[in-house]
């Protein structure tokens, strides 16, 4: 079988990075937004991602005095993929005061915005929570093209209690990860990398 030249695989991983997804080769760790260094939801921008798979327009912001879990990813990512299944059994283990959400933001084409249909497949194929699996939609488009940007996925964030950003990551966490970060920002051994807003 003939080989591809070289040029169309830094092609392709360029083409990956641009639409959003995070393959392994891509440096992963922590990072954070403007709305993470605002102060979050203390910023007063609550505004949904979009709705849930039950119709409900969710936002992490609606979970005031709870840890609150994201996890971002797309269908059409296989690097998502690969991290949904640690989500969901880091879910299951239901920590005490905290809300898990599994937000989607993109459907099973590149460049495609996640339907309905996509996120209720989502959360029939992985076994979770309806009302906790929500489509993030952007009203944004690209000029002269149909493209709709995203973040790139997979993405984690834990929102604490007040609203504020304690933790955001860029990549894939193992569940045991995921559960030592948030039982350290729950029990006081680790703090924000971010200063918390004044109140």
């Not at 937004?33 to 949904?48: A, E, F, H, K, M």
């Not at 990813?73 to 299944?85: H, M």
């Not at 990549?171 to 030592?180: T, V």
Request: charged share 15%; aromatic share 12%; net charge neutral.
């Amino acid at each position: 079988m003939k080989k591809k030249p070289l040029y169309l695989f830094v092609l392709g991983l360029g083409a990956l990075w641009l639409a959003g997804c995070s393959p392994n080769v891509i440096e992963s760790g922590e990072f954070y937004t403007q709305w993470d260094r605002q102060g979050g939801c203390q910023s007063g921008d609550t505004t949904p991602w979009g709705p849930a798979v039950t119709g409900e327009p969710v936002s992490a912001c609606q979970f005031p005095g709870q840890y609150v879990w994201v996890f971002y990813g797309a269908k059409w990512c296989t690097s998502s993929n690969r991290q949904t299944p640690a989500f969901v059994r880091f879910t299951k283990e239901a920590a005490e005061n905290t809300v898990y959400l599994s937000v989607v933001t993109g459907g099973p084409k590149v460049f495609t915005q996640p339907t309905q249909e996509d996120i209720a497949s989502w959360a029939r194929h992985y076994g979770l929570p309806p009302e906790r699996v929500v489509a993030e939609l952007s009203d944004y488009t690209i000029p002269g093209t149909n493209y709709q940007p995203g973040r790139v996925v997979p993405q984690h964030a834990l929102i604490g209690p007040q609203g504020n950003t304690l933790f955001r990551y860029l990549g894939r966490l193992s569940q045991e990860e995921m559960r030592d970060i948030l039982a350290d920002f729950q029990q006081g051994r680790r703090t924000p990398t971010l200063a918390s807003p004044s109140t």
